[in-house]
Each structure stands twice: as C-alpha cells, then as structure tokens.
C-alpha cells in the first residue's frame, strides 16, 4: 500500500494565517474637520491629504464613488430611486428658482437659441413651482446653502481660474484634421459615421463655453462602453457562446476604472452641478448602453470601430485643453481622493 499523503503544507498555512489579518480600507477615509476648518482626507498609509474647502461637484464629498467601510451593500432599488428622485427633485425647483448667476452666455447660434428657450422655459417653471407651493402641493423651497466666508473666497479664487479656461470647437476639429493628414482616418460605414458626427455637433452646440461641463458629460458617457462590452462577453461565457473573453474583460474592466476617475475630477470642478447636464448625461448613458449592446450583438469591430472614434474625438479635445491649461496658472486639485488617481 502505498503511504498516504500528507496534506500539511506550511506554506499555505502561514497564507492562510495572513489572510485573517488582512483587511481592506478606504482610498482615502475623512477626517471630520472642527468649526471653520477645510476637510482633510488619510490614506491607508495614514498620510494626510488637504483638500479645498470648497468642492464644486454635485455629488461631493469623500463618498462619491468609494465605500467609507468595507462590506458596505446598497439599499435596494426602489429605496435608491426614492432617494434620487426627492434629491433631484429639489435640485431641479432650486435650478428654476435659483439659477446660477456665473454661466457663461453661448456664442454659437444653435446655442444662443437654445439658451434663450431654456431662458424662457425655466422662467415659466419657476412661475409654476411657486404657484404650486403657495397651494400647499409642494414643501416650501429652501434657498441654497450659503457657503462660509473662507469657502466663498476659495470658491471665488478658483472659479476664477476655471472660468479662464476656453475651449474652441474649431480647434479641436483643426486638431482633429491635422490627426488625420498625420495618420490617415479610420474606415467607418455611414452607419457608424452618422451617428457619431451627429453627436459631436450636438455637444459642440450644447456645451459652447461650457468646457467643464463638456467634459464631464462625455466621461459619464466614455465608461459605458465597456460596461456594455463586458455585459455582453459574460453574457457569452454563460450561455457558451465564447469562453475566451476572460482576458478581454479585464481589460474592459481597467478602462471603466481609468474613466471613473477622469469622472471624479470633472465632477470635483462643477462638471455636475447643474441639474438639466445631469439629466442629459445621465439618460444619454442609458441610450448609449443599449446602442451599444446592439452595435456589439450585430458585429463586435464596427462596435469597437465607434468607440475609437468617440475617444479620438475626446483624446482631441483634452489636447486642446492640456495646451491651454499649460499656458495659464496651475490650478489646485480639488480633492485629496482625487489627486491620487489623477495620473
């Protein structure tokens, strides 16, 4: 009979002993300021981050994208869509109500039209929304929050910066045309060409003086490509259709994590902070998703094929505006959990 063999391997025990000690952080946990003082974050390391007192985005804050805790789990959805949906109610009357006064008039004339109608029409819903509430069928709308004065002076100071950033859609598309004499254009049917000049046009219109809010859009869209793309490999491998994604949606999976934080930083700058940009990347995505399900299920290359154009498009754009931020004053980073994702 031959001897048994043994299963002790102390190797793995002193792993396996490792692994009971080991637990995982947050990126960056806050550190709950006293009265009157910035917020500071610290990282796993214990390294304390400053951040601005003032942090332009929507959704700001240290929980934007990443858990506090870890094994934290959601409510379920109705629950969350309850949440949202008296959020951005409240947001959505407060934009009528209160719009900014720092928005940049529109240049282009397709802009200046639309500006002008969304003039009109907020207007008419502010006149609605205080109508309903003197009856009694919505709450009593809160003004915003005023901010402290060392937040106001901060906010001021930076605002200042960004709003000397300038981004011309006729030289991203000089820009775009010198790419193609330099490395020649990408063979597209008219299927794939149609809808995707038809998208930058709408958002040079849309987003005229607007670079900021421009660019966080298109990073809440840029993610859901690979989203859909590895919905549809994982939807393969069940099915047993294709066992060969594995590596294909790792790599998807690392590209939706580089835009996450390219989205964090653009929101962190006020990309978010108006209600109708939220509505409009936030319904876009959705669209999006579903197109490219479609796109991907009918033929996989002329899916990847419209995607390289939209980040060729975007790469475009971030030259234009890399060249011009390197000939202005270097803007502070607006949060510390964001500075160690911004390479």
């Known amino acids: 009979m031959l001897p048994r063999a043994s299963y002790f391997r102390p190797a793995l025990v002193k792993r396996s002993q490792m692994r009971k000690n080991l637990t995982l952080q947050?990126?960056?946990?806050?550190?709950?300021?006293?009265?009157?003082?910035?917020?500071?974050?610290?990282?796993?390391?214990?390294?304390?981050?400053?951040?601005?007192?003032?942090?332009?985005?929507?959704?700001?804050?240290?929980?934007?994208?990443y858990q506090e805790g870890y094994g934290e789990v959601p409510k379920d959805v109705w629950e969350l869509a309850k949440d949202n949906y008296f959020h951005e109610l409240e947001q959505l009357r407060r934009a009528v109500r209160y719009p900014p006064s720092d928005v940049r008039p529109p240049s282009h004339p397709a802009a200046k039209a639309l500006h002008s109608a969304g003039g009109a029409?907020?207007?008419?819903?502010?006149?609605?929304?205080?109508?309903?509430?003197?009856?009694?069928?919505?709450?009593?709308?809160q003004p915003p929050p005023v901010l402290s004065a060392l937040e106001t002076r901060e906010f001021k100071e930076i605002r200042a910066r960004l709003d000397q950033l300038r981004l011309s859609s006729d030289d991203v598309i000089r820009v775009e045309?010198?790419?193609?004499?330099?490395?020649?254009?990408?063979?597209?049917?008219?299927?794939?060409?149609?809808?995707?000049?038809?998208?930058?046009?709408?958002?040079?219109?849309?987003?005229?003086?607007?670079?900021?809010?421009?660019?966080?859009?298109?990073?809440?869209?840029?993610?859901?490509?690979?989203?859909?793309?590895?919905?549809?490999?994982?939807?393969?491998?069940?099915?047993?259709?294709?066992?060969?994604?594995?590596?294909?949606?790792?790599?998807?999976?690392?590209?939706?994590?580089?835009?996450?934080h390219h989205l964090q930083i653009m929101e962190s700058l006020g990309?978010?902070?108006?209600?109708?940009?939220?509505?409009?990347?936030?319904?876009?995505?959705?669209?999006?998703?579903w197109v490219l399900i479609f796109?991907?299920?009918?033929?996989?290359?002329?899916?990847?094929?419209?995607?390289?154009?939209?980040?060729?498009?975007?790469?475009?754009?971030?030259?234009?505006?890399?060249?011009?931020?390197?000939?202005?004053?270097?803007?502070?980073e607006p949060t510390g959990r964001v500075r160690q994702h911004s390479g």
Not at 42 to 55: E, Q, V
Not at 123 to 128: P, Q, Y
Not at 303 to 315: D, G
Request: proline content about 5%.
């Open 26 to 65: 947050a990126v960056a946990a806050p550190i709950l300021p006293g009265k009157g003082e910035c917020p500071l974050y610290k990282d796993p390391k214990g390294k304390i981050i400053p951040a601005m007192c003032a942090d332009y985005g929507f959704r700001s804050g240290a929980g934007r994208l």
């Open 121 to 141: 029409l907020g207007a008419g819903l502010a006149s609605l929304d205080l109508a309903l509430e003197r009856a009694k069928v919505l709450p009593q709308l």
């Open 177 to 260: 045309h010198d790419r193609i004499a330099s490395t020649g254009d990408m063979e597209s049917p008219l299927w794939v060409k149609a809808p995707f000049y038809a998208l930058c046009w709408l958002l040079d219109v849309m987003y005229d003086k607007k670079p900021i809010e421009k660019f966080w859009v298109l990073e809440t869209v840029a993610r859901i490509p690979y989203f859909a793309y590895i919905s549809i490999l994982h939807l393969y491998e069940s099915l047993g259709f294709w066992r060969a994604g594995a590596e294909l949606r790792k790599i998807h999976f690392a590209e939706e994590w580089n835009e996450m």
């Open 271 to 289: 990309g978010d902070r108006a209600w109708l940009d939220r509505f409009i990347a936030e319904h876009a995505a959705v669209f999006y998703y």
């Open 295 to 332: 796109f991907y299920l009918v033929s996989p290359r002329m899916a990847y094929n419209f995607m390289q154009r939209v980040e060729l498009h975007a790469a475009d754009t971030y030259y234009i505006r890399s060249q011009l931020a390197a000939s202005s004053t270097a803007m502070r």
